[in-house]
Protein backbone atom coordinates (compact mmCIF):
# COMPACT_ATOMS: atom_id res chain seq x y z
CA UNK A 1 0.00 0.00 0.00
CA UNK A 2 2.67 2.71 0.94
CA UNK A 3 5.81 2.30 2.44
CA UNK A 4 6.27 1.29 6.08
CA UNK A 5 3.02 0.25 6.71
CA UNK A 6 3.64 -2.28 8.66
CA UNK A 7 5.67 -0.49 11.31
CA UNK A 8 3.28 2.02 11.79
CA UNK A 9 0.30 -0.37 12.20
CA UNK A 10 2.29 -2.05 14.87
CA UNK A 11 3.29 1.19 16.73
CA UNK A 12 -0.46 1.92 16.75
CA UNK A 13 -1.28 -1.21 18.34
CA UNK A 14 0.80 -0.44 20.86
CA UNK A 15 -0.36 3.43 21.25
CA UNK A 16 -3.93 1.87 21.76
CA UNK A 17 -2.75 -1.22 24.22
CA UNK A 18 -1.25 1.35 26.46
CA UNK A 19 -4.49 3.78 26.15
CA UNK A 20 -7.23 1.19 27.04
CA UNK A 21 -5.37 -1.17 28.95
CA UNK A 22 -5.37 2.62 31.67
CA UNK A 23 -9.21 1.91 32.08
CA UNK A 24 -8.58 -1.80 32.96
CA UNK A 25 -11.70 -3.37 31.53
CA UNK A 26 -10.68 -5.79 29.26
CA UNK A 27 -11.53 -3.90 26.16
CA UNK A 28 -8.70 -5.80 24.04
CA UNK A 29 -7.79 -2.85 21.80
CA UNK A 30 -6.67 -4.02 17.88
CA UNK A 31 -5.34 -1.76 15.42
CA UNK A 32 -5.47 -2.11 11.44
CA UNK A 33 -4.98 0.22 8.08
CA UNK A 34 -7.37 0.02 5.13
CA UNK A 35 -6.20 2.05 1.57
CA UNK A 36 -8.58 3.21 -1.01
CA UNK A 37 -6.73 4.22 -4.34
CA UNK A 38 -8.21 7.38 -5.32
CA UNK A 39 -5.67 8.40 -8.14
CA UNK A 40 -5.01 6.41 -10.91
CA UNK A 41 -1.52 4.09 -10.37
CA UNK A 42 -0.42 1.39 -12.61
CA UNK A 43 0.42 -1.98 -10.39
CA UNK A 44 -1.59 -0.44 -7.18
CA UNK A 45 -4.37 -2.34 -5.75
CA UNK A 46 -7.46 -0.52 -5.60
CA UNK A 47 -8.08 -1.63 -1.84
CA UNK A 48 -5.33 -2.63 0.91
CA UNK A 49 -5.92 -4.07 4.38
CA UNK A 50 -2.60 -3.86 6.99
CA UNK A 51 -2.05 -5.90 8.06
CA UNK A 52 -3.54 -8.90 6.36
CA UNK A 53 -4.66 -11.44 9.06
CA UNK A 54 -7.50 -9.00 10.28
CA UNK A 55 -9.96 -11.75 9.21
CA UNK A 56 -11.73 -9.15 6.89
CA UNK A 57 -10.92 -9.60 2.56
CA UNK A 58 -10.85 -7.07 0.03
CA UNK A 59 -13.37 -8.25 -1.84
CA UNK A 60 -15.71 -7.15 0.99
CA UNK A 61 -14.77 -3.58 0.40
CA UNK A 62 -15.57 -3.36 -3.37
CA UNK A 63 -18.34 -1.36 -3.21
CA UNK A 64 -16.85 1.29 -0.50
CA UNK A 65 -16.69 3.73 -3.66
CA UNK A 66 -20.89 3.67 -4.67
CA UNK A 67 -21.43 3.17 -1.16
CA UNK A 68 -19.51 6.57 -0.31
CA UNK A 69 -21.13 8.41 -3.16
CA UNK A 70 -24.75 7.79 -1.70
CA UNK A 71 -24.00 9.21 1.43
CA UNK A 72 -22.24 12.00 -0.05
CA UNK A 73 -25.79 12.47 -1.65
CA UNK A 74 -28.00 12.66 1.66
CA UNK A 75 -25.51 14.02 3.83
CA UNK A 76 -27.26 17.38 5.08
CA UNK A 77 -24.06 19.61 4.68
CA UNK A 78 -23.69 18.97 0.59
CA UNK A 79 -26.09 21.21 -0.26
CA UNK A 80 -24.16 23.81 1.51
CA UNK A 81 -22.53 26.10 -1.12
CA UNK A 82 -19.86 28.89 -0.40
CA UNK A 83 -18.91 31.91 -2.48
CA UNK A 84 -15.30 30.94 -1.98
CA UNK A 85 -14.02 28.13 -4.87
CA UNK A 86 -11.50 26.76 -2.02
CA UNK A 87 -14.03 27.17 0.67
CA UNK A 88 -16.12 25.15 -1.34
CA UNK A 89 -13.21 22.92 -2.52
CA UNK A 90 -12.19 22.33 1.04
CA UNK A 91 -16.26 21.65 2.22
CA UNK A 92 -16.33 18.95 -0.71
CA UNK A 93 -13.07 17.17 0.44
CA UNK A 94 -14.64 16.99 4.16
CA UNK A 95 -18.22 15.48 3.25
CA UNK A 96 -15.88 13.13 0.72
CA UNK A 97 -13.91 11.71 3.55
CA UNK A 98 -16.72 11.62 6.23
CA UNK A 99 -18.38 9.34 3.40
CA UNK A 100 -15.61 6.92 2.48
CA UNK A 101 -15.06 7.05 6.49
CA UNK A 102 -18.68 5.74 7.28
CA UNK A 103 -18.94 3.41 4.28
CA UNK A 104 -15.63 1.52 5.43
CA UNK A 105 -17.60 1.99 8.87
CA UNK A 106 -21.05 -0.05 8.31
CA UNK A 107 -19.01 -2.47 5.84
CA UNK A 108 -16.93 -3.57 8.84
CA UNK A 109 -19.70 -3.44 11.09
CA UNK A 110 -21.99 -5.82 8.38
CA UNK A 111 -19.02 -8.28 7.95
CA UNK A 112 -18.11 -8.45 12.03
CA UNK A 113 -21.83 -8.59 13.06
CA UNK A 114 -21.12 -11.72 14.61
CA UNK A 115 -17.83 -11.40 16.32
CA UNK A 116 -17.07 -10.35 19.16
CA UNK A 117 -15.49 -6.87 17.88
CA UNK A 118 -16.95 -3.82 17.22
CA UNK A 119 -15.22 -1.30 15.10
CA UNK A 120 -14.57 2.30 15.11
CA UNK A 121 -12.86 4.09 12.25
CA UNK A 122 -10.64 7.34 11.95
CA UNK A 123 -10.77 10.42 9.30
CA UNK A 124 -8.81 9.29 6.24
CA UNK A 125 -4.97 10.39 5.66
CA UNK A 126 -3.86 11.10 2.09
CA UNK A 127 -0.63 8.91 1.47
CA UNK A 128 0.87 8.11 -1.55
CA UNK A 129 -2.58 8.00 -3.62
CA UNK A 130 -4.91 6.31 -1.06
CA UNK A 131 -6.38 7.16 1.20
CA UNK A 132 -5.48 5.86 4.59
CA UNK A 133 -7.90 4.59 7.43
CA UNK A 134 -6.96 3.44 10.82
CA UNK A 135 -9.96 1.42 12.35
CA UNK A 136 -9.88 0.30 15.93
CA UNK A 137 -11.64 -2.77 17.10
CA UNK A 138 -12.46 -3.16 20.99
CA UNK A 139 -14.53 -6.30 22.63
CA UNK A 140 -18.06 -5.38 22.17
CA UNK A 141 -19.50 -7.50 24.99
CA UNK A 142 -17.03 -5.09 27.47
CA UNK A 143 -18.05 -2.08 25.38
CA UNK A 144 -22.15 -3.01 25.93
CA UNK A 145 -21.40 -2.91 30.13
CA UNK A 146 -20.89 1.01 30.43
CA UNK A 147 -23.67 3.69 29.88
CA UNK A 148 -23.70 6.19 27.26
CA UNK A 149 -25.91 8.91 26.06
CA UNK A 150 -28.02 8.75 22.85
CA UNK A 151 -27.51 11.89 21.13
CA UNK A 152 -24.49 12.19 18.96
CA UNK A 153 -24.48 15.69 17.80
CA UNK A 154 -24.98 19.10 19.38
CA UNK A 155 -27.55 21.55 17.59
CA UNK A 156 -27.88 18.81 15.08
CA UNK A 157 -24.47 20.01 13.45
CA UNK A 158 -21.43 19.66 16.33
CA UNK A 159 -19.86 15.99 17.47
CA UNK A 160 -20.10 15.59 21.20
CA UNK A 161 -19.27 12.24 22.76
CA UNK A 162 -21.79 9.59 24.39
CA UNK A 163 -19.07 8.37 27.12
CA UNK A 164 -15.74 8.59 28.68
CA UNK A 165 -14.91 4.92 26.59
CA UNK A 166 -16.62 6.80 23.46
CA UNK A 167 -14.27 10.25 23.90
CA UNK A 168 -11.08 7.54 23.90
CA UNK A 169 -12.08 6.38 20.99
CA UNK A 170 -12.72 9.43 19.15
CA UNK A 171 -8.92 11.20 20.64
CA UNK A 172 -7.02 7.86 19.80
CA UNK A 173 -8.26 8.18 16.12
CA UNK A 174 -7.45 11.53 16.11
CA UNK A 175 -4.19 11.51 17.00
CA UNK A 176 -3.62 8.13 14.38
CA UNK A 177 -5.01 10.84 11.68
CA UNK A 178 -2.29 13.37 12.73
CA UNK A 179 0.32 11.42 12.53
CA UNK A 180 -0.06 9.85 9.28
CA UNK A 181 -0.24 13.54 8.18
CA UNK A 182 3.68 13.96 9.34
CA UNK A 183 6.09 13.74 6.30
CA UNK A 184 8.23 11.27 9.06
CA UNK A 185 5.16 9.23 9.55
CA UNK A 186 7.41 6.10 8.86
CA UNK A 187 8.85 6.52 12.72
CA UNK A 188 5.36 5.15 13.52
CA UNK A 189 4.99 7.35 16.67
CA UNK A 190 1.73 8.66 18.53
CA UNK A 191 3.75 11.01 20.38
CA UNK A 192 1.53 11.67 23.16
CA UNK A 193 1.49 9.71 26.30
CA UNK A 194 -1.29 7.55 27.68
CA UNK A 195 -2.51 10.04 30.55
CA UNK A 196 -2.26 13.10 28.05
CA UNK A 197 -5.04 11.61 26.20
CA UNK A 198 -6.76 10.37 28.67
CA UNK A 199 -7.07 13.70 29.94
CA UNK A 200 -7.58 15.70 26.52
CA UNK A 201 -10.61 12.38 26.39
CA UNK A 202 -12.24 13.76 29.78
CA UNK A 203 -12.26 17.52 28.58
CA UNK A 204 -13.88 16.84 25.73
CA UNK A 205 -16.78 14.71 27.42
CA UNK A 206 -17.02 17.53 29.73
CA UNK A 207 -17.56 19.62 26.55
CA UNK A 208 -20.52 17.53 25.45
CA UNK A 209 -21.90 18.15 29.48
CA UNK A 210 -21.09 22.14 29.21
CA UNK A 211 -23.31 22.22 25.68
CA UNK A 212 -26.02 20.91 27.71
CA UNK A 213 -26.34 24.53 29.66
CA UNK A 214 -26.37 26.20 26.90
CA UNK A 215 -24.31 29.25 27.62
CA UNK A 216 -21.21 29.20 25.12
CA UNK A 217 -18.90 31.09 27.99
CA UNK A 218 -18.20 27.11 29.91
CA UNK A 219 -17.72 25.31 26.41
CA UNK A 220 -14.88 24.77 26.97
CA UNK A 221 -13.62 25.12 30.92
CA UNK A 222 -15.84 22.29 32.51
CA UNK A 223 -13.28 20.04 33.48
CA UNK A 224 -10.60 22.11 34.46
CA UNK A 225 -12.87 23.72 37.19
CA UNK A 226 -13.99 20.44 38.35
CA UNK A 227 -10.42 19.80 39.32
CA UNK A 228 -9.42 22.94 40.62
CA UNK A 229 -12.72 23.17 43.06
CA UNK A 230 -12.10 19.62 43.90
CA UNK A 231 -8.15 20.85 45.09
CA UNK A 232 -9.25 23.48 47.40
CA UNK A 233 -10.41 23.11 51.00
CA UNK A 234 -12.60 25.85 52.86
CA UNK A 235 -11.34 26.80 56.02
CA UNK A 236 -9.33 23.50 56.51
CA UNK A 237 -12.51 21.12 55.40
CA UNK A 238 -12.79 18.94 52.05
CA UNK A 239 -15.51 19.84 49.72
CA UNK A 240 -18.58 17.33 49.69
CA UNK A 241 -21.50 18.89 47.71
CA UNK A 242 -22.24 18.60 43.80
CA UNK A 243 -22.91 20.80 40.90
CA UNK A 244 -26.12 20.66 38.60
CA UNK A 245 -25.01 21.70 35.18
CA UNK A 246 -28.49 22.49 33.21
CA UNK A 247 -30.77 25.33 31.92
CA UNK A 248 -30.86 27.89 33.77
CA UNK A 249 -34.86 27.68 33.72
CA UNK A 250 -35.15 23.33 33.11
CA UNK A 251 -38.57 22.44 33.70
CA UNK A 252 -37.28 19.91 36.25
CA UNK A 253 -35.11 22.53 38.17
CA UNK A 254 -36.50 24.07 41.54
CA UNK A 255 -34.49 26.90 42.70
CA UNK A 256 -34.08 27.13 46.58
CA UNK A 257 -31.89 29.87 46.83
CA UNK A 258 -30.81 31.92 44.02
CA UNK A 259 -28.44 34.65 44.08
CA UNK A 260 -29.09 38.45 43.19
CA UNK A 261 -25.86 38.33 40.79
CA UNK A 262 -24.48 34.92 38.98
CA UNK A 263 -21.22 33.86 39.95
CA UNK A 264 -18.93 33.24 36.94
CA UNK A 265 -17.31 29.90 37.12
CA UNK A 266 -14.05 31.29 36.33
CA UNK A 267 -14.07 32.52 39.62
CA UNK A 268 -13.58 29.44 41.70
CA UNK A 269 -12.37 30.57 45.02
CA UNK A 270 -16.51 31.68 45.44
CA UNK A 271 -17.43 28.61 44.05
CA UNK A 272 -15.53 26.23 46.11
CA UNK A 273 -17.16 28.90 48.93
CA UNK A 274 -20.69 28.25 47.69
CA UNK A 275 -20.31 25.01 47.76
CA UNK A 276 -20.06 24.97 51.56
CA UNK A 277 -24.01 25.22 51.40
CA UNK A 278 -25.45 22.27 49.16
CA UNK A 279 -26.91 19.23 51.11
CA UNK A 280 -28.18 16.19 49.82
CA UNK A 281 -31.02 18.19 48.23
CA UNK A 282 -29.65 20.91 47.13
CA UNK A 283 -26.94 21.57 44.75
CA UNK A 284 -25.49 24.33 42.96
CA UNK A 285 -27.35 25.42 39.53
CA UNK A 286 -24.77 26.22 36.64
CA UNK A 287 -25.26 26.52 33.15
CA UNK A 288 -21.51 25.63 32.91
CA UNK A 289 -20.28 29.43 32.73
CA UNK A 290 -22.29 30.74 35.56
CA UNK A 291 -23.11 29.66 39.01
CA UNK A 292 -27.15 30.80 39.94
CA UNK A 293 -27.48 29.64 43.58
CA UNK A 294 -28.74 26.46 44.92
CA UNK A 295 -31.53 24.61 43.34
CA UNK A 296 -32.64 21.07 43.12
CA UNK A 297 -34.58 18.34 41.08
CA UNK A 298 -37.96 17.65 40.81
CA UNK A 299 -40.58 16.29 38.52
CA UNK A 300 -40.21 13.28 36.05
CA UNK A 301 -37.00 13.86 34.47
CA UNK A 302 -37.38 12.58 30.52
CA UNK A 303 -33.05 10.88 30.09
CA UNK A 304 -33.02 11.22 26.30
CA UNK A 305 -33.35 14.87 26.76
CA UNK A 306 -29.81 14.29 28.17
CA UNK A 307 -29.56 17.96 29.35
CA UNK A 308 -29.32 17.32 33.35
CA UNK A 309 -25.76 16.25 34.51
CA UNK A 310 -24.61 16.27 38.12
CA UNK A 311 -21.00 16.74 39.35
CA UNK A 312 -20.65 15.30 42.60
CA UNK A 313 -17.29 16.68 44.71
CA UNK A 314 -16.61 12.93 46.72
CA UNK A 315 -13.42 13.93 48.47
CA UNK A 316 -10.47 15.95 47.99
CA UNK A 317 -9.09 15.58 44.52
CA UNK A 318 -11.76 13.57 43.56
CA UNK A 319 -15.49 13.84 41.50
CA UNK A 320 -17.84 12.10 39.97
CA UNK A 321 -20.04 12.96 36.11
CA UNK A 322 -23.27 11.32 35.94
CA UNK A 323 -26.66 11.24 34.38
CA UNK A 324 -29.83 10.30 35.51
CA UNK A 325 -27.92 8.64 38.03
CA UNK A 326 -25.95 6.75 35.65
CA UNK A 327 -21.94 7.86 36.58
CA UNK A 328 -20.12 8.12 33.38
CA UNK A 329 -16.51 9.47 34.58
CA UNK A 330 -14.38 10.06 37.69
CA UNK A 331 -11.84 11.85 38.63
CA UNK A 332 -9.64 11.56 41.16
CA UNK A 333 -6.00 13.78 41.44
CA UNK A 334 -7.16 15.21 38.21
CA UNK A 335 -6.69 11.47 35.80
CA UNK A 336 -9.95 10.71 34.87
CA UNK A 337 -11.39 6.80 34.40
CA UNK A 338 -14.54 5.08 34.13
CA UNK A 339 -16.59 4.79 37.75
CA UNK A 340 -16.61 0.69 38.79
CA UNK A 341 -19.68 -0.89 37.26
CA UNK A 342 -22.70 -0.23 39.18
CA UNK A 343 -26.16 -2.26 39.10
CA UNK A 344 -28.11 -2.62 35.93
CA UNK A 345 -31.64 -1.36 36.05
CA UNK A 346 -31.88 -3.96 32.74
CA UNK A 347 -30.55 -6.48 34.30
CA UNK A 348 -32.11 -5.83 37.54
CA UNK A 349 -35.91 -5.72 35.78
CA UNK A 350 -35.06 -9.04 34.16
CA UNK A 351 -33.76 -11.24 36.54
CA UNK A 352 -36.38 -10.44 39.13
CA UNK A 353 -39.40 -12.20 37.16
CA UNK A 354 -36.68 -15.14 36.70
CA UNK A 355 -36.18 -16.13 40.17
CA UNK A 356 -39.57 -14.91 41.45
CA UNK A 357 -42.34 -16.07 38.87
CA UNK A 358 -45.07 -14.41 40.09
CA UNK A 359 -43.60 -10.94 41.14
CA UNK A 360 -45.87 -8.03 39.76
CA UNK A 361 -43.96 -4.82 38.15
CA UNK A 362 -44.77 -3.08 40.92
CA UNK A 363 -42.99 -4.80 43.34
CA UNK A 364 -40.08 -4.76 41.15
CA UNK A 365 -40.18 -0.79 41.15
CA UNK A 366 -40.49 -0.78 44.83
CA UNK A 367 -37.24 -3.48 45.20
CA UNK A 368 -35.34 -1.28 42.53
CA UNK A 369 -36.06 1.94 44.63
CA UNK A 370 -34.68 0.07 47.76
CA UNK A 371 -32.06 -1.49 46.17
CA UNK A 372 -30.62 2.00 44.50
CA UNK A 373 -30.44 3.56 47.70
CA UNK A 374 -28.55 0.67 49.01
CA UNK A 375 -26.10 1.13 46.42
CA UNK A 376 -25.04 4.83 47.57
CA UNK A 377 -24.20 3.24 50.66
CA UNK A 378 -20.71 4.21 51.71
CA UNK A 379 -20.37 1.63 54.34
CA UNK A 380 -21.44 -0.95 52.40
CA UNK A 381 -24.78 -2.72 52.06
CA UNK A 382 -26.38 -6.45 51.48
CA UNK A 383 -30.07 -7.05 50.77
CA UNK A 384 -31.59 -10.67 51.06
CA UNK A 385 -34.45 -11.19 49.01
CA UNK A 386 -36.51 -14.00 49.85
CA UNK A 387 -39.54 -15.71 49.10
CA UNK A 388 -39.17 -17.13 52.42
CA UNK A 389 -38.41 -14.43 54.55
CA UNK A 390 -40.47 -14.27 57.28
CA UNK A 391 -38.84 -18.05 58.50
CA UNK A 392 -35.71 -17.68 58.05
CA UNK A 393 -35.94 -14.42 59.95
CA UNK A 394 -37.51 -17.13 62.68
CA UNK A 395 -34.51 -19.48 61.62
CA UNK A 396 -32.01 -16.94 61.66
CA UNK A 397 -33.26 -15.22 65.02
CA UNK A 398 -30.23 -15.84 66.78
CA UNK A 399 -27.92 -14.31 64.42
CA UNK A 400 -30.04 -11.54 63.60
CA UNK A 401 -32.49 -8.75 64.64
CA UNK A 402 -36.14 -9.98 63.92
CA UNK A 403 -38.91 -7.33 63.39
CA UNK A 404 -42.43 -6.87 62.45
CA UNK A 405 -42.97 -6.70 59.40
CA UNK A 406 -42.89 -3.25 57.28
CA UNK A 407 -42.37 -1.65 54.29
CA UNK A 408 -38.79 -0.77 53.36
CA UNK A 409 -38.53 2.08 51.16
CA UNK A 410 -35.62 4.34 49.88
CA UNK A 411 -35.99 6.42 53.08
CA UNK A 412 -35.73 3.67 55.42
CA UNK A 413 -32.65 1.78 54.04
CA UNK A 414 -29.59 4.29 55.81
CA UNK A 415 -31.20 3.35 58.97
CA UNK A 416 -31.71 -0.56 58.49
CA UNK A 417 -28.32 -0.80 56.29
CA UNK A 418 -26.11 0.89 59.60
CA UNK A 419 -25.12 -2.30 61.31
CA UNK A 420 -23.49 -4.83 60.13
CA UNK A 421 -25.23 -7.98 58.67
CA UNK A 422 -27.84 -7.35 55.97
CA UNK A 423 -31.65 -6.68 55.46
CA UNK A 424 -33.63 -9.32 54.87
CA UNK A 425 -36.71 -8.90 52.47
CA UNK A 426 -39.53 -10.47 50.95
CA UNK A 427 -40.91 -9.84 47.36
CA UNK A 428 -43.47 -7.37 48.45
CA UNK A 429 -40.15 -4.93 50.19
CA UNK A 430 -41.05 -6.16 53.32
CA UNK A 431 -38.12 -5.97 55.93
CA UNK A 432 -38.08 -9.17 58.49
CA UNK A 433 -35.04 -8.40 59.68
CA UNK A 434 -31.73 -6.61 60.26
CA UNK A 435 -28.14 -7.26 61.01
CA UNK A 436 -28.77 -10.73 59.06
CA UNK A 437 -25.27 -13.06 59.41
CA UNK A 438 -26.07 -15.74 56.93
CA UNK A 439 -24.88 -18.92 57.32
CA UNK A 440 -24.04 -21.74 54.29
CA UNK A 441 -21.34 -24.33 53.21
CA UNK A 442 -18.17 -23.94 51.23
CA UNK A 443 -17.94 -23.32 47.41
CA UNK A 444 -15.82 -23.29 44.72
CA UNK A 445 -17.62 -20.48 43.46
CA UNK A 446 -15.99 -18.05 46.23
CA UNK A 447 -13.85 -14.93 45.59
CA UNK A 448 -10.81 -14.71 48.26
CA UNK A 449 -10.27 -11.27 47.20
CA UNK A 450 -13.24 -10.27 47.79
CA UNK A 451 -14.47 -9.08 51.45
CA UNK A 452 -16.54 -11.28 53.83
CA UNK A 453 -19.41 -9.97 52.94
CA UNK A 454 -19.42 -11.32 49.66
CA UNK A 455 -18.22 -14.58 49.99
CA UNK A 456 -20.80 -15.16 52.82
CA UNK A 457 -23.74 -14.22 49.79
CA UNK A 458 -22.44 -16.79 47.71
CA UNK A 459 -22.09 -19.45 50.48
CA UNK A 460 -25.81 -18.75 51.47
CA UNK A 461 -26.82 -18.75 48.16
CA UNK A 462 -25.08 -22.15 47.07
CA UNK A 463 -26.83 -23.57 49.81
CA UNK A 464 -30.37 -22.27 49.41
CA UNK A 465 -31.33 -20.88 46.27
CA UNK A 466 -32.22 -24.14 44.90
CA UNK A 467 -34.81 -24.47 47.16
CA UNK A 468 -36.37 -21.39 47.33
CA UNK A 469 -36.54 -17.84 45.04
CA UNK A 470 -33.84 -16.14 46.52
CA UNK A 471 -31.29 -13.06 45.46
CA UNK A 472 -28.84 -11.01 47.35
CA UNK A 473 -27.92 -7.71 46.83
CA UNK A 474 -24.09 -7.02 47.83
CA UNK A 475 -22.88 -3.82 47.77
CA UNK A 476 -18.79 -3.44 48.77
CA UNK A 477 -17.63 -0.66 50.71
CA UNK A 478 -14.97 -0.18 47.32
CA UNK A 479 -18.09 0.34 45.27
CA UNK A 480 -18.58 -2.46 43.91
CA UNK A 481 -22.07 -4.23 43.14
CA UNK A 482 -22.76 -7.41 42.83
CA UNK A 483 -26.39 -9.19 42.52
CA UNK A 484 -26.09 -12.97 43.68
CA UNK A 485 -26.81 -15.28 41.15
CA UNK A 486 -25.46 -13.15 38.84
CA UNK A 487 -27.93 -14.69 35.75
CA UNK A 488 -26.71 -14.40 31.90
CA UNK A 489 -28.85 -11.87 30.09
CA UNK A 490 -31.66 -13.89 27.82
CA UNK A 491 -31.69 -14.28 23.91
CA UNK A 492 -33.98 -15.09 21.61
CA UNK A 493 -34.25 -18.73 20.81
CA UNK A 494 -35.36 -17.78 17.38
CA UNK A 495 -32.13 -15.89 16.88
CA UNK A 496 -30.11 -19.48 17.36
CA UNK A 497 -32.15 -21.57 15.24
CA UNK A 498 -31.98 -19.14 12.51
CA UNK A 499 -28.09 -19.39 12.95
CA UNK A 500 -28.50 -23.33 12.76
CA UNK A 501 -30.45 -23.02 9.60
CA UNK A 502 -27.89 -21.02 8.00
CA UNK A 503 -24.76 -22.84 9.07
CA UNK A 504 -26.59 -25.80 6.91
CA UNK A 505 -26.99 -23.62 3.95
CA UNK A 506 -22.82 -22.80 4.15
CA UNK A 507 -22.70 -26.84 4.00
CA UNK A 508 -25.36 -27.46 0.83
CA UNK A 509 -23.95 -24.64 -0.77
CA UNK A 510 -21.73 -25.28 -4.11
CA UNK A 511 -18.86 -22.89 -3.30
CA UNK A 512 -18.39 -23.04 0.45
CA UNK A 513 -18.13 -19.10 1.88
CA UNK A 514 -15.30 -19.35 4.36
CA UNK A 515 -16.28 -15.95 6.03
CA UNK A 516 -19.45 -17.34 6.49
CA UNK A 517 -18.86 -20.42 8.19
CA UNK A 518 -16.04 -18.63 10.43
CA UNK A 519 -18.61 -15.65 10.91
CA UNK A 520 -21.47 -18.22 11.95
CA UNK A 521 -19.09 -20.31 14.08
CA UNK A 522 -17.66 -16.57 16.24
CA UNK A 523 -21.55 -16.56 17.11
CA UNK A 524 -21.87 -20.32 17.87
CA UNK A 525 -19.38 -19.25 20.18
CA UNK A 526 -20.53 -16.19 21.41
CA UNK A 527 -23.97 -18.25 22.37
CA UNK A 528 -22.32 -21.65 23.62
CA UNK A 529 -23.98 -21.26 26.78
CA UNK A 530 -27.49 -21.12 25.13
CA UNK A 531 -26.96 -24.20 23.28
CA UNK A 532 -28.85 -27.40 24.34
CA UNK A 533 -27.24 -30.35 24.08
CA UNK A 534 -29.03 -31.50 20.42
CA UNK A 535 -27.93 -27.99 19.29
CA UNK A 536 -24.32 -28.57 19.94
CA UNK A 537 -24.27 -32.04 18.26
CA UNK A 538 -25.82 -30.48 15.15
CA UNK A 539 -23.57 -27.64 14.70
CA UNK A 540 -19.94 -29.71 15.59
CA UNK A 541 -21.72 -32.02 12.98
CA UNK A 542 -21.98 -29.31 10.44
CA UNK A 543 -18.68 -28.08 10.98
CA UNK A 544 -16.74 -31.57 10.64
CA UNK A 545 -18.56 -31.94 7.36
CA UNK A 546 -18.20 -28.29 5.97
CA UNK A 547 -13.85 -28.45 7.43
CA UNK A 548 -14.04 -31.89 5.08
CA UNK A 549 -15.08 -30.36 1.93
CA UNK A 550 -12.20 -27.38 2.69
CA UNK A 551 -9.44 -30.08 3.58
CA UNK A 552 -8.30 -30.13 -0.27
CA UNK A 553 -8.28 -26.80 -0.05
CA UNK A 554 -4.20 -25.96 0.76
CA UNK A 555 -4.47 -21.65 0.57
CA UNK A 556 -7.14 -21.68 3.47
CA UNK A 557 -5.33 -20.82 6.66
CA UNK A 558 -8.15 -23.38 9.07
CA UNK A 559 -9.00 -21.92 12.17
CA UNK A 560 -9.11 -24.52 15.17
CA UNK A 561 -13.21 -24.91 16.79
CA UNK A 562 -12.91 -26.78 19.74
CA UNK A 563 -16.12 -28.94 19.91
CA UNK A 564 -19.24 -26.91 21.93
CA UNK A 565 -20.46 -28.71 24.49
CA UNK A 566 -23.94 -27.96 26.38
CA UNK A 567 -23.77 -26.00 29.95
CA UNK A 568 -26.00 -27.77 33.16
CA UNK A 569 -26.46 -24.36 34.36
CA UNK A 570 -28.76 -23.59 31.11
CA UNK A 571 -32.28 -24.03 31.02
CA UNK A 572 -35.17 -22.37 29.26
CA UNK A 573 -35.28 -19.55 31.68
CA UNK A 574 -32.19 -18.08 29.81
CA UNK A 575 -34.76 -17.60 26.38
CA UNK A 576 -37.05 -14.43 25.96
CA UNK A 577 -40.77 -14.53 25.26
CA UNK A 578 -40.78 -14.01 21.60
Known amino acids: MWGYQKHVQISFKVSAESLFNKLDIGLNPNVFFIGVLIEDRNNRHPICIEPDDTGFHVSSFSDVDQLASELIKVDSESKIIHSHPIAQENHDHRISKRAYRDSILKTLRKVGAYGEEDYFVAFPTYVEGYLVFTALSLNKNVLSKYYALTKDKWNEKYCISRSFIESCINTFLGECTQALKDPNYESGAISRKPDELLRDSARNLMYTVSTSGGNLDGLHDLYDACNEIASMKYEGAEGLGGLIITPYDHKNLKMTLQLKEPIKMRNRRKVRKFLELTDSDSYIVSDSALIYGLGKLTGKYNPKDENIFVVDFKSHFKWELSHDENPMMVVEYGFPTLPKEKISREKFYSD ?75 EKANCHAIGVILDGIATLKGDSSRGSRYNSAVRYYEHFGSEVPLMIVVVSEDGM ?68 KFADDLVWVRIVYEELKPNPDMDKSYYKDE
Not at 379 to 387: D, E, F, P, Y
Not at 513 to 534: C, H, I, P
Request: aromatic share 8%; net charge negative.
Open 481 to 548: INLIPDLKPQIRHSDITEAIDNFRKILESENINKKYFNRGMNFFKSVNFYLTEEECKTINSLRHQIEE
Open 352 to 426: LPRLFKDIKKKQIDDLWEVTLEATKQKHGAMLIISLQAEVEAERLGNQCFPLEPFKLNEKLVAQTTSIDGGVLMD
